[in-house]
Structures are given as structure tokens and as C-alpha cells.
């Protein structure tokens, strides 16, 4: 069966669409942004990737299966340019308003576009506890088993620790970026961890090597996040206005809920109460936890003991 994905970005966004690769086995072509084809170009798997701007390079196929994951007007007009037997997902209808198939509902009824309003939208996704790759895959009717990511191979850049923090929140979000994460690393840092802030890389493929090079991850929802749980690497995930249901853990994850999080759900505003609620300790123990699953402690020095209350593992 030959598929076209039609998924631009957030670049996380793309990455946890990744998993469906390993679900469909004909010919597969995919439509994302410029900046994230370096995410799926060079993967373990044959897939015809082109740019938004390229898009014309996929337009030569007749498609059993066009499977659209964006819910904006121009991506779905593009659709009228296509051959194929069968959508999933979202459309312009009879009157040129954007829609979506019945059995994509699951996930566009949590969506910008949903048939119920924003606000109704937003009420249905706080009470939604199904991981996004279930709504999509029980959408296509393959049913979800867990499978991974596909990530392209990093590009080396020899940085290494303990422990990465990815404490950088878009524009769009500005309340997904906790408050504390300068005390965290002072706190794992007196306990003679070696704790590394990531700065922006010129590629995401540098980027993706920074968090493959730390035994764990501290972030928010985030790409770096979605890079952790493809890589194999312990992350702790700070959700502070964000949906932790529609994250799937792969048995790698500690999720840190705001205890407030009802009150800031997908608000786009900023709020510092919303940056707040989470302690650092409560922050600490998840990565104390995660570490020592990553490594078995060792016990710390007497003058480490005296300086912290947390069991420390052994550092790099």
C-alpha cells in the first residue's frame, strides 16, 4: 500500500509520528518542513521525503492511503492536487471549511479544528488519557504495541555528562518553561554530578547527539524530550500546561505534573504561577531515581553526604 504522511512540524510533533513507519510496509512518502528533513532523511527505513516547498516531488503518485496530520487551510487545499482512494484526517469540505474523516475524530476532536469549538476541545484533552500514537494508530485501525521512534544517526559533538536540561520554552509557550532549573543544576552539581544546560546547535542532528551524550534528560515537553525517548535516554519531563496523557513513556520516562495544571491547560499566555508549582526537589528525587536506574549507586563521599540530603549515584 503506498502512503503519503503529510506532517510539517513542531519538529517533536514529527518525531513521535515517526512510529508509524514501522507499521506501514509499502511505499511511503512524506511532506514536513524544511528544517525537519534532516529528521528523516538517513533513517533505517526507505521513505520519500520532501519540503513544503517541494511538495509538487510527491504529487506524481497515486496514493491507496494520504494520511494529512496538519489542520490548516493551505495543507488541505494541497490535498486537490493529489490522486488517492483513501484519507485520514483533515480536509476542506463541500464548502471549502476545513474538516476532518470520522476515523481521525479521536484526535481532531482535541484540535484547533474540532468540531466541538476550542473550548469544548481543550475540555476533551484534559479528560483524554491515550497517548498520541494511540489516537493515531487505533485511528488507522493498527493498534498501538509500543513501537519507537525512528531518529536519523546523530552527528558527534564529544558533549557529555550526567545530566542534560533543556530549559528553553518557544514563544508559543511561554509557561512550559519551569522556573527552577538554574537551582536544580546548582543542587546536582554540589553532589558532584556534572550537569550540562544545551545551548542551540547549528543542526538538529548536533542537538540530537548533545542529549544522546547525558545519562538523563531534564525538560519540559519539548523536542529534547521526544529525542530522549528515541535515543533510548532517562528523561525527566516537566509538564506544566501541557497534555503528560498524550506522552508515551517507552519505560523511560518520570513525569512531573503541575499540581495546577487544569488552570493553565494550553494557555498560551505567561503566568509565573504556572512556571512555579513544581519544587525542585520534587524535580531532584525524579532524577536521583533515574539515575540510579540508569547506573547502580555507589555510596557518596562523606564530605558530598554532609553537603546533600539526596543519595546521589556516582557520576561520570
Known sequence: MSVLIIKLGATGDVVRTTPLLRRLDGPVSWITAKNNLAMLQGIDRAVRC????????????????????E?????????????????????????????????????????????????????????????YQELIFE???????????????????????????????GPVWPMKKWAYYDELKNELESGGLKVIILSKRPTLLEHLADVQGHRCLVSGDSLPMHLALGSGVRCVSIFTCTSPWEIYEYGLQKKIVSPILERFFYKRGYDRSATTAISVEKVMNAVIAQLSVSRPPDKLSVGQAKRMPYNFPQPC
Open 139 to 169: 485511528g488507522l485501525s493498527l493498534g498501538f504495541s509500543g513501537e519507537t521512534y525512528y531518529l536519523t544517526p546523530s552527528r558527534p559533538t564529544g558533549l557529555q555528562g550526567d545530566v542534560a536540561i533543556s530549559s528553553t520554552a
Open 50 to 69: 520532501v519540503s513544503w516547498e517541494n511538495r509538487q516531488g510527491v504529487a506524481d503518485t497515486e496514493y491507496d492511503l494520504v494520511i494529512n496530520l
Open 71 to 131: 489542520d490548516d487551510q493551505q495543507t488541505s487545499s494541497f490535498l486537490k492536487e493529489l490522486k488517492f482512494k483513501q484519507l485520514f484526517g483533515a480536509h476542506l469540505n463541500g464548502d471549502d471549511q476545513l474538516a476532518y474523516t470520522s476515523d481521525s475524530r479521536d484526535w481532531f476532536d482535541l484540535s484547533l479544528i474540532s468540531n466541538y469549538g476550542l473550548e469544548e476541545a481543550d475540555r476533551l484533552k484534559l479528560l483524554n488519557r491515550r497517548t
